[in-house]
């Protein structure tokens, strides 16, 4: 606001010729387009610190992504199904859960999915200081490098949860935040038709698609579901390949769009 109202003395300086009624309204008048402008609620966005949903660019991408935090009961079934597509999705892995299936990552990575960061300890970030969110980051980072060869360079906050403090951490480890726009709830224990209808329903071009890899019925609706996306023309993708890699900005959404 301080911006907008930073505006206006220098629009009344222009105008000093007419009179004061006139000027007022004017000044209203503005006041409501700059508001309401596109540029305006971009720079209120701006002042929050936002993970990214989903992601704006040319063509109809759409990636997968998989939250592995306690069991690991489909994870080869998972990687089975994607892998008769020809396809590659994000998995989002707790530490923890590294310690658990050590093997169960180097399947992962050896299939060619992006394995990416989901906390150590599953924690509940919002109230962790700066070093215990760098000491979560780091610990599951190590392991998964330590297995994969590879250091994650996306990390999924546990729960969705987060505030300002969590994503300026977070990018100051030059790590990347990433939520979803479609959850296909499929830890509640939907049915594949259900799972199937909400990701299929919600999907848009940009989108990253939720899913759990210890959901009950998430492998028998995933093939649906990746046909489903095919058909409609959508190309899938894992979450690495969906964002910009150019300069860019977040908007109120959370929807990464190109700078400029």
Known sequence: MKQLFSKIPRFIRRHRALSGGAALALCVVMIFALVNSPTMVGAS???????????????????????AAWGNEDTGELIDILGRYGLRATFFLVGEWVDKYPESVKQLAAAGMEVMNHSDTHAHFAKLDSDGIAKELNACSDKIEALTGIRPTLFRCPYGEYDDHVIDTVNALGVTAVQWDVDSLDWKGLSAQEITKRVLNGVNPGSIVLFHNAAEHTPEALPGIIEGLLAEGYTIVPVGELLLDCEYLIDHTGRQYPLG
């Open 45 to 67: 966005a701006a002042e929050r610190s936002l993970p990214i949903y989903s992601v704006q660019r040319d063509g109809k991408y759409v990636a997968l992504s998989f939250d």
